[in-house]
Structures are given as C-alpha cells and as structure tokens.
C-alpha cells in the first residue's frame, strides 16, 4: 500500500476519508494525469486541470494544429479531458481523489463539467468566477463532490445562498488569498489584490459565522485554504484556525511528477521575489506569474496595446474564453492570447511562455522532489535529506 499518514485529521469528502492535502488544478497542462493520479495514490487529492488538454496528445494536436474549427478543437479537448481521467484513475489504483478543474470564465466550461462527470471525476472544483449553476450542471451525477474556488466570504455567501435555493451545498469550499496565490486570482483588480479582508484568518472566521447564520454548524462543510503554503507550520496553524485541509499549487507544479517540462519547473524554482508580478490576464481577472522575457516584454507595452484595444477575430480560432480582453477589445483586460502563452509555457518555451507561480518560497527550495516527500514534509515535518527549505 502507498498511501501516506498523518497526526493531523483526515479531509472527509463525501464517502471518502483523505489526507488533508488538495492538489490545486494546474492550466494549461501543468496538472495532468501523471500529477493529479499519483497525489491520489498517496491517498491525497489530485486535480486535473480541463483547459486545453490535447496539448498532451500529439494525435489530438495533429488533428487540431493549424485548424481554426472551434468546434473540432472543442471535441478533441473533450476526448483528451476523458482520456486524462481514466489513465489518472489508473495511476491511483483506488486511492485519494480524483478532482478536475474547469475554470468558469471558459467558454467550454458546462461542456467540460459534464465530461468530467461522465469520464468518472470524483470531484469538480471551479474557480474563476461564481459557479452559481453547477448543481444543476451536475445533478444526475449526485455523487459528485462539487467544490467551489473563491476568496471571501462575501462570495461564500452567494453561492451558498443560491445552491441552498437548489437543495445543494458544495462539499467543501476552498479558500484562495489572491496575496499569495499563481495564476488568476480573485480580486476585483490589481490595487485590491493585497486586501487585507482577504486572510486567511478573516476569511476562515467569517465564513464559520456565515455558517451559524444559514445554519449550517452541523453540516461540517469542509475548508481549504489556498496560497503561499509552504511548511508544515503554517498547515498546522491554519488548522488551528479552522481550515480543513490546504491547497497548493506551485510546489506541486515543481514536484517530479508534473506534468509539463522541465524547463517549466525551473523557471518557477529559480524566480527571485523581485522577478514574481501581478498583471492583468486577458481573462479579466489580475494574474501572478514569473517576468520571464515574454511578459517583461508584453508588461512594456501593455497601456499602448490596450490604448488600441478593439473587438477582433480570435487570434487562433479556438475563443476559448466567455470574454477574453485580446479578442472583445476590454481595454482595462490584458491584451495577449492566453492559451498561446501557456502552451509555449508547458513546452518549456522559455523566451515565450507564460508561466504562472506563487509569490511565497517553495518547501525545497530550487530542487525538484516527488510528491511523496511534499506531502510528507507538509503533514508529517519529514524533511528529506538533500533538501534545504
Ligand atoms: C502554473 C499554475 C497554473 C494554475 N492554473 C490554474 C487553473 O487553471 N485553475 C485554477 O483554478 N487555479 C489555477 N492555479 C492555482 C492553483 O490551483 C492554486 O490554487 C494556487 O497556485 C495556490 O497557490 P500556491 O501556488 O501559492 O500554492 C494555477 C497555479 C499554477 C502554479
Ligand atoms: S484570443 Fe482570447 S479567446 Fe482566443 S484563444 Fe486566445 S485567449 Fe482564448
């Protein structure tokens, strides 16, 4: 048996009992099946992120390659999505959880909840906007666990109230601080990114008052808290503080079994503090991600681009955001093709990728370590010998 142990309580998600340890969903990418299903073997949960997955698929990716057929790209994704379950499941022979990310601010978002739950998800977890229609999205696959990303308990408050209306509650909610945390983060801009209503220990007790109103104490919904965790003293603290289990994304973005290459790792491993920025994503939302050449560039030219920011094509026809700031013309959005930069990023494209990461150091350093030691060092203190925090 490979599953881990810990002194500290076990996460409880529907039926099933977990280390307290989520594996954050990683675009484009990042977390495939070889991340997310060997933190499930480990008896932890391992999420796949849904965006663009025929990038891992040469097959997929000849048949979609120069191609501008939205519809063609959507279908492929769909296969590649269902292939990267299964071949998780496999990899975690029965343990943990298997989660898949869908951000809601893609386009494709209610088409990747459904194959998600059709290929054998054991969770969905989205963020990047409120999922205020996932209960009804899921409703013939009751056994589901639904788990949505936000940051305050303001956003708590909405979703709870409107799946309560749906007779739903999320089986655990997890709670990201856009201080800290990669990727897009979940404030309204850049000048609120630092809030500091967004701590955890804020967030953690307004949400445990929030429950006492809507009467749910007894209902044990689960926390998880995300952003900037990196020793196993803050997991203990943030437990103390109510927090069920922790969420973490770059450190595993960096661990040996990552999915995406490993140039990718060493760009986030070897990031100062100074070369970690927050911009604005073409998604709307502000964004954390390493300058590297590609977005110092990009950061310099950023207010004449969206001075001439207007509604065009899609860059490379596959429109796969709601409303994306490059194609909608949304001035104050950023102005490049996200899934482009994030693709060049996977490959290991130095000069051009995108590459997101968290502003806090990493458990080991610039060393790149198996998941096992991560989540060992993070519930247990084993710090394994090389390593030096
Ligand atoms: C490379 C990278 C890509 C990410 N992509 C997504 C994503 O597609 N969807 C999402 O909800 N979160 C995404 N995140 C956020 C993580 O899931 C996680 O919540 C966050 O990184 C936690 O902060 P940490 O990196 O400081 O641990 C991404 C993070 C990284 C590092
Ligand atoms: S231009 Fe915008 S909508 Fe089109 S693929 Fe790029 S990020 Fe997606």
Partial sequence: MTVLDTA???????????????????????????????????????????????????????RTDKTRDKALINE????????????????????????????????????????????????????????????????EFPDVALIPILSDARGISLILKK????????????????????????????????DPHFAFSVVLEETLQLFKQLGLESENIPLITAGGIHSPQQVGELFALGASAVQLGTPFAVSEEGDAHINFKKVLTQARPEDIVTFMSCAGLPARAVKTQWLSNYLDKEAKLQGKAGPKECTVGFDCLHQCGL???????????????????????VKRGLFFRGSEKLPFGSEIRPVRELIDYLLNGVMPAAATA
């Fill in 327 to 349: 194609r909608d013309g949304i001035a104050k959005a950023g102005q490049f093709c996200i899934d482009t930069q994030l693709g060049f990023a996977l490959q290991g494209d």
């Fill in 8 to 62: 500290f309580p076990k996460l409880k998600l529907k039926n099933k009992l977990l280390l307290p340890i989520v594996q954050g969903g990683m675009g484009v990418g990042i977390s495939a099946h070889g991340l997310a299903g060997n933190v499930a073997r480990l008896g932890a949960v391992g999420t796949i992120s849904s965006v663009d997955l025929r990038r891992h698929h040469p097959d997929l990716m000849a």
């Fill in 76 to 139: 492929v994704n769909l296969i590649a999505l269902d292939r990267e379950i299964r071949a998780a499941h496999a990899i975690a022979e029965g343990n943990g959880v298997i989660a898949v990310n869908v951000m809601r601010a893609v386009a494709e978002y209610a088409a990747y909840v459904r194959q998600s739950c059709e290929s054998g998800a054991d969770a969905i977890v989205v963020g990047a906007g409120l999922p205020m229609d996932l209960p009804e999205l899921t409703s």
């Fill in 163 to 194: 799946w309560m209306r749906r007779k739903r509650l999320p089986d655990a909610i997890v709670i990201e601080n856009p201080q800290y945390a990669a990727g897009h983060l979940g404030a309204a801009g850049l000048d609120s990114v630092n």
